[in-house]
């Protein structure tokens, strides 16, 4: 069994014997980008185990051990953890737990340190913590983030914004239900096994699996129909677990809804387009700049290649690129807000706006600071921007009952079918391009 | 025809209209909760005495109906929505309606761009809090309606919770306040919440429509919603069907009356609802349990034949007044437990009148009194000692277990806790701002359930599945319960699971403890929630631990401060005689204190002429005559140094800067800074309620801090002043004081400038410089402000802008060493004169008298002296500790707690903004930070509005351990 080593601050590390031995478990979030994540984990040696559970003992678990008044998401996330610790089908002695950390001004960077005092509490003082982070906070022994797994991962995310977006935008119409869920399958299983042989990251792989993605997505057989089209937003972690929102996608689906839910990308941009901001707002080295400079290019680079060839599939809704989603709020919130998801937030309403899905739910755990700012305090602005915009906040807490938020969510979508009945005569507003294009589509992929 | 069907959280609402949109039959009737029964009772109704509308359109709307339309499959009609089609056919040219019902509150602005609005997660304000407010005054609802009428002032009350709200109105009762101005005071709240959480920065005006029961029953509270928005709203006819009507009309599904009936009686749930295990496998495992409970029992004697000295102890309570006499040996002779609705003095001089009728012969030697109410009880009667209640409850629970670790006692509002350590009280737990959890929480329930509280409780004893319904608040509590009834939940369990919740709540919420082990094994349990055999087997089983409950749970504060009296017995009592209180009249007056700007209200009781008692005040002043001694107040110094940088005329334009969050920190280096380069400054007034006001229905988010919500009415004082310049810049940064691992604001005080200028509709017309700035890089804050400037102002001068900044970093170093040094003499003088230090702590802004609401005036009444953490933070290096520790202004928390755990004359109390996130993770380290020292870790919470009784309680029970 692998020895239990401390650092000098008293931290259990995760040795390479661990790596050996012990079992990684890791919170779920966005289930088609962690799949592919963890499978890269995996071909580097990683055992690890995605909790996919949800009950609502998680959340009583989360109460136990974490400050009741601290974020949802830290309740939840730590919940199933501890959770996941009691269950009894895991060796304790051979069980790590893995949690990202990103280090902005937000409660969200503590969550580590918040789970380390819960487990303490909760008698796991034994299991050690792995913080996933790119800013360089807690260096283990057993595992380090190389430059390959780095790539690997990034590609991960890529894949799944890809398809996560293409499937929000098929399902609703298939003809054949289950097609979509059945792509995602299949690709995740495909992408697996590229990225195991060391494939899919590059380029040029890139570009051909992307390609192939949105053209299989094009195949499937769609009905021609108006639907009520809903953007998410909001805070990271309620924003993307069904966990977090109490399955706020599927709620959506069963009302008839097509959904659009930004992705990981451009948070990720975003937050290396912080330290540049940082940079120009208060000074900062030359060297610093350039190397921010040169991983911001490099996703920059991988964000053009998805958007190019998406829209080579002309019956999809594409997503915008960072710099266009950064100019949408010029004048509206500074660049410099950067904590929790920042400006970014208020651009994503703007952007939907603007791409018809002016029917928005803002997603944020009860009391998040920075939602108060860039999400609740922004929605006035935006109606003045764009009158169309038709937004509701909901709060996300262990005490907010789900009848109460889908109430609220039912109230958007009362005006949102009235808006859309209102706009019947006018095919071109507020038709789904997808359900629109179908005849084209067939042609455009045979031209390739 | 078409039929309407709205299910609210307490009534049923049903209408019938014809193709004209005429009602033909309408029903509104209270459902208990049993919705599935009585909607069938009156589909069925409907179906005899209207047989024609058997087949018709029919559509369900209602908070509590979505889930059955859901699963029988009738058409659904969002409630607020369903409203607005109501309106747009019954009344024509409405520009905005407010609705209140049961637990929602919505306002809907119908002309001028189409917005419609509903309460969040929080229910304040709304019928059930009016309900509930009505159970706290005894008075049946349209007994309130008439009070409010004769009311001659009004007193704040908390509007954004209700359950905050109920915290203040107790404290009210208990000093004599008059329940007609509380009626009204009440009504005031309700319209404040409306307006404040849902208009959000638009303005109400032109016709106004109110709809709902609350609004329907009560003209005074829709005549508070006149006065407030300077108009006359108008209640039309059926306004309480018209989520019915929107319904009806919106119909467009044909049903058989039979089809439905027949569904909804199919209609079962999935049980998927989340349990805990029974409290009680069998009655067997009750049995034993009752019968090792009652063998903790205190002795008794026959007061019939007793004669000689005895002991009186009251324990003036939120909800109810306790009393005990106690002989010469300890033994029980008496005990009262009085209901006290609100009016504690009638309640006390009764018993007092039974006593002396009953029993002349005995003599009272000596009496104490403890509670809510003792201030009061013992200037009425002459009481001899008051007492902490924690202590009371100490000394009384020490007789049941002399070696006693733990003491945890549930009231009627409070839930109060103590560790105990070598005898004495260690660590204190209180919940402050929210009362969910205790036992008027219970009684509610029932009471809405339709039954009493003990025959509600003791049903949960062998239910089967106690629902788990959380720990959160009470508001909530009934949305939960609505839904496990939905989801198939039994009375039993929901029973059951009430109890479960308030245990849960104790434990996790109020105590935070992680494990039983936490709270040692030697617990005693007290207060009149505690009774229910219910409640406490749920403790037990939650902590894994066998307790004693003495056999006077409820009257254990009376005892102890009967025990404490008798210990201190003086030579006579100097209790009110018997013809003294046959003649005792009492008075209640209120007045305004105008001692300082705190400006509390006033309670004057004055009893039989001569005898004055003031309650309401902070500090000293209006009832010893004397000014507070401030040389002793780094509050107060703090405040007079900033004051220094006021208001100045300069050459070029005036500079408008709002006094709040940040800027009492940075108000002397920004003055400096604009008056060097030739700016004037003004400064916005300082904080009260009014400037509140005015800036309230700009406030985006309602459960953002109160600091910051302030912000609005600083913004909005300046704007009005006619300023047309404001500075206000955002900042991700703080100054690096070498404390933590980072130096950020918190993200509100760090962007807050944002929300100013995206939720002001006039901030366009005035330049408000709301830039990204970084004054933690003293090199390149220059050349970046002067970029910043040159942008809003001519003839800006890099040279004069390097010069400016020098001297402004100058002069806040030069601040930050004034406090200091006035800190440190603070501290000598503390300590030549032998006084306890307080480190209260909190963040810059908590100065502000309107955010801490005198607790420091308070504080030094006591005695003790006061220091703010920065004046010993900077006596601690950077150490690692348990947290990233990020913040500037928390890390000086930590080291400030770190600087004082071996500091034997310092205690650190923390002053905690209600809805301040990144507290959740301070007070847990501060707490762990001193504790393992050995010290007592006090936390206030505060808010908009705070009852200064709990945090009173709190600070004499950590003054009484000193």
């Known amino acids: 069994m692998a020895e239990l080593c401390y650092n000098k601050e008293g931290r259990l590390i995760f040795t390479k014997e661990m790596k050996k031995e012990y079992t990684i478990l890791l919170p779920m979030m966005l289930p088609i980008h962690f799949k592919l994540i963890q499978n890269t984990l995996e071909h580097y040696g990683y055992k690890t185990e995605l909790l996919e559970t949800n009950c609502p003992e998680i959340a009583t678990e989360g109460l136990k051990y974490v400050h009741n008044d601290t974020c949802y998401p830290a309740i939840l996330v730590i919940g199933q953890f501890i959770h996941a610790l009691k269950s009894g089908k895991y060796d304790l002695n051979k069980t790590a737990l893995m949690i990202t950390q990103t280090g902005g001004g937000c409660r969200a960077s503590n969550y580590i340190h918040l789970l380390r005092k819960a487990l303490r509490k909760a008698g796991f003082e034994k299991i050690p913590v792995i913080s996933l982070n790119l800013s360089g906070f807690e260096k283990n022994s057993g595992f380090k983030v190389t430059i390959p797994i780095l790539k690997r991962m990034v590609a991960g995310l890529v894949y799944g914004d890809t398809l996560m977006l293409l499937k929000n935008q098929t399902k ?114 030359w060297l610093k700049k350039h190397i921010i400079l040169v991983l911001l290019n490099y996703f920059k680079k991988i964000e053009k290649v998805l958007i190019k060839t998406i829209s080579k599939h002309s019956n999809f809704e594409v997503p915008k690129p960072y710099e266009e989603i950064k100019a949408l709020v010029d004048g509206v919130i500074g660049y410099g807000n950067k904590m929790g998801e920042g400006w970014l937030l208020t651009a994503e309403m703007l952007e939907l706006c603007g791409s018809n899905y002016e029917n928005i739910v803002c997603t944020q755990p009860f009391g998040c600071l920075p939602n108060h700012i860039c999400g609740k305090g922004m929605i006035h602005k935006i109606k003045e921007i764009n009158s169309k915009a038709n937004i509701v906040a909901i709060d996300y807490d262990p005490g907010s009952p789900k009848v109460n938020q889908e109430n609220r969510i039912k109230l958007m979508l009362s005006i949102a079918k009235e808006n859309l009945n209102n706009t019947m005569e006018d095919p071109k507003i507020n038709i789904s391009k997808r359900s629109t294009n179908q005849v084209i589509s067939k042609y455009s992929i045979s031209h390739q | 025809m078409k039929i309407g069907l709205d299910i609210g959280s307490t009534t049923i609402k049903c209408v019938i209209i014809n193709e004209n949109n005429e009602i033909v039959y309408k029903s509104y009737e209270r459902h208990y909760s049993q919705i599935k029964q009585k909607l069938i009772d009156i589909l069925s109704k409907v179906k005899k005495e209207m047989p024609e509308s058997n087949f018709s359109q029919i559509a369900i709307s209602g908070s509590a109906g979505m889930g059955i339309a859901e699963k029988c499959g009738v058409q659904f009609v969002q409630e607020v929505y369903a409203t607005r089609t109501a309106a747009n056919v019954f009344a024509k040219g409405t520009d905005v309606i407010i609705e209140l019902g049961g637990e929602d509150a919505k306002i809907l602005f119908l002309t001028g761009g189409l917005e419609v609005r509903m309460n969040g997660s929080c229910a304040g304000g709304t019928g059930a809090f009016i309900d509930q407010m009505a159970t706290l005054l005894a008075v049946p609802i349209d007994k309130m309606n008439d009070l409010s009428m004769q009311y ?166 939120s909800t109810t007044v306790k009393a005990v006499i106690i002989g010469e040996n300890n033994e029980l002779l008496y005990s009262k437990y009085l209901p006290n609705n609100g009016d504690l003095v009638p309640v006390v001089k009764s018993f007092l009148e039974e006593i002396f009728e009953k029993y002349p012969n005995l003599n009272i030697k000596s009496s104490a009194a403890t509670g809510y109410g003792e201030e009061l009880i013992k200037n009425a009667f002459s009481i001899d000692f008051g007492i902490v209640e924690t202590v009371a409850h100490l000394i009384a629970a020490k007789k049941f277990m002399p070696d006693v670790e733990f003491i945890i006692d549930i009231g009627g509002q409070d839930i109060k806790c103590f560790k105990v350590r070598n005898g004495v009280i ?80 104790a434990l996790y919420k109020v105590i935070r403890a992680g494990s039983p082990d936490e709270l040692g094994k030697k617990i005693v349990v007290q207060g009149g929630t505690f009774l229910n055999d219910a409640v406490l087997r749920a403790f037990e089983q939650e902590i894994m631990t066998n307790v004693i409950r003495p056999d006077i749970s409820g009257l254990m504060g009376a005892y102890g401060a009967a025990l404490y009296a008798k210990k201190k017995a003086p030579i006579s009592s100097a209790i009110i005689k018997k013809d003294e209180l046959k003649n005792l009249i009492h008075e209640v007056k209120s007045t305004l204190c105008n001692g300082c700007s705190n400006h509390c209200k006033l309670t004057i009781n004055i009893f039989s002429k001569d005898k004055k008692y003031i309650s309401g005040n902070r500090c000293e002043k209006p009832t010893a005559n004397k000014e507070s001694d401030d040389r002793l107040n780094m509050y107060a110094y703090k405040l007079g140094l900033l004051k220094q ?132 890089k003293e090199k390149e804050f220059p050349k970046k402000i002067y970029k910043i400037l040159s942008q809003h102002f001519d003839n800006i001068q890099l040279i004069d802008v390097m010069s400016a900044s020098r001297k402004a970093y100058k002069e806040y170093d030069n601040y930050i060493k004034r406090v200091r040094e006035k800190g440190q003499e603070i501290i000598n003088f503390a300590e030549k004169e032998n006084r306890q230090i307080i480190v209260l702590s909190g963040r810059p802004y908590h100065i502000d008298p309107e955010i801490n609401h005198g607790i420091d005036k308070l504080i030094l009444s006591f005695g003790a002296a006061i220091i703010s953490e920065d004046v010993v933070s900077g006596k601690e290096g950077y150490e690692k500790i348990n947290v990233l520790n990020q913040w500037t202004y928390h890390s000086r928390l930590y080291s400030a707690a770190k600087y004082i755990k071996d500091k034997k004359n310092m205690n650190l109390v923390q002053l905690v903004s209600f809805g301040c996130g990144i507290d959740a993770i301070t007070t847990d380290e501060v707490r762990d930070i ?33």
């Not at chain 1, 993605?213 to 069904?242: L, T």
């Not at chain 1, 109490?246 to 069963?254: V, Y």
């Not at chain 2, 329930?445 to 004893?461: E, H, K, P």
């Not at chain 2, 989801?487 to 308030?502: K, M, V, W």
């Open chain 2, 645 to 776: 940088y006021g208001d100045t005329k300069g050459e070029r334009e005036t500079i408008g800067i709002p006094m709040g969050l940040n800027m009492f920190e940075l108000l002397p280096f920004w003055h400096k800074f604009f008056t060097e380069l030739g700016f004037g400054i003004k400064v916005s007034p300082p904080s009260s309620s009014e400037l509140y006001m005015l800036g309230q229905h700009t406030i985006p988010s309602d459960t953002i801090c109160f600091p910051a919500k302030l912000m609005h009415g600083h913004v909005e004082a300046l704007m009005v002043g006619g300023i047309k310049t404001i500075f206000y810049p955002c900042m991700s940064y703080n100054f690096d004081e070498g404390l933590g691992d980072n130096h950020y604001n918190c993200p509100v005080v760090a962007y807050y400038p944002e929300v100013i200028t995206a939720n002001f509709k006039d901030i366009k017309n005035i330049t408000f410089i709301k830039d990204y700035v970084g004054i933690h």
């Open chain 2, 426 to 505: 260690d660590n204190i737990f209180l919940n402050e701002a929210c009362s969910s959890g205790c036992g008027s929480f219970l009684q509610t329930f029932a009471n809405a359930l339709g039954y009493s509280i003990s025959d509600f409780a003791q049903l949960g004893l062998f239910a089967k599945k106690p629902v788990d319904l959380g720990s959160r608040c009470t508001v909530f509590m009934n949305s939960s319960v609505k839904q496990a009834q939905k989801d198939g939940a039994y009375i039993e369990d929901i029973s059951a699971g009430l109890s479960l919740s308030i245990v849960k709540n």
């Open chain 2, 152 to 317: 001659e002032k009004t007193y704040t009350i908390a509007s954004r919770c209700g359950v905050f709200a109920k915290s203040d109105i107790q404290p009210l009762l208990n000093q004599g306040a008059k329940k007609s101005d509380i009626a009204k005071s009440i009504f005031m709240a309700v319209v404040n919440q409306t307006i404040a959480g849902l208009s959000q920065g638009r303005k109400i005006c032109g016709n106004v429509l109110y709809l709902g029961g609350p609004l329907t029953f009560m003209n005074e509270l829709r005549k508070s919603f006149d006065e407030t928005l300077s108009l006359v709203g108008n209640c039309p006819e059926n306004s309480l069907y018209y989520v019915a009507l929107g319904a009806a009309i919106g119909a467009s599904e044909t049903y058989s009356l039979d089809g439905i009936v027949q569904k909804v009686e199919n209609y079962k749930s999935d049980d998927a609802f989340a349990y805990n295990n029974p409290l009680f496998k069998d009655e067997k495992e009750y049995e034993e349990f009752k019968d090792r409970h009652q063998k903790s029992i205190i002795k008794k004697g026959d007061i019939e034949n007793y004669s000689g000295d005895v002991y009186l102890g009251v324990d003036a309570g």
């Open chain 1, 172 to 285: 609703p119409f298939e003809v054949n239900k289950g097609e979509s869920l059945r792509l995602i399958d299949k690709w995740t299983e495909k992408l697996t096994k590229q990225l195991n042989e060391g494939l899919g990251s590059s380029i040029k792989d890139l570009k051909n699996n992307l390609n192939e993605i949105a053209a299989d997505f094009s195949n499937i057989k769609v009905k021609k129909e108006r639907k009520v089209k809903v953007g998410i937003v909001g805070e990271i972690y309620v924003k993307y677990s069904s966990l977090g929102n109490n399955n706020l996608e599927e709620f959506l689906e069963n009302q008839g809804c097509e959904i659009c839910v930004p992705g990981i990308l451009n948070f990720m941009l975003f937050k290396i387009d912080n330290r540049l901001e940082d940079i120009k707002l208060y000074g900062g080295s």
């Open chain 2, 930 to 962: 001193l504790e393992k020292e050995g010290k007592i870790y006090t936390q206030l919470k505060i808010d908009e509005i705070t009852n200064l009784g709990a945090i009173k309680i709190r600070l004499r029970s950590l003054f009484a351990t000193l």
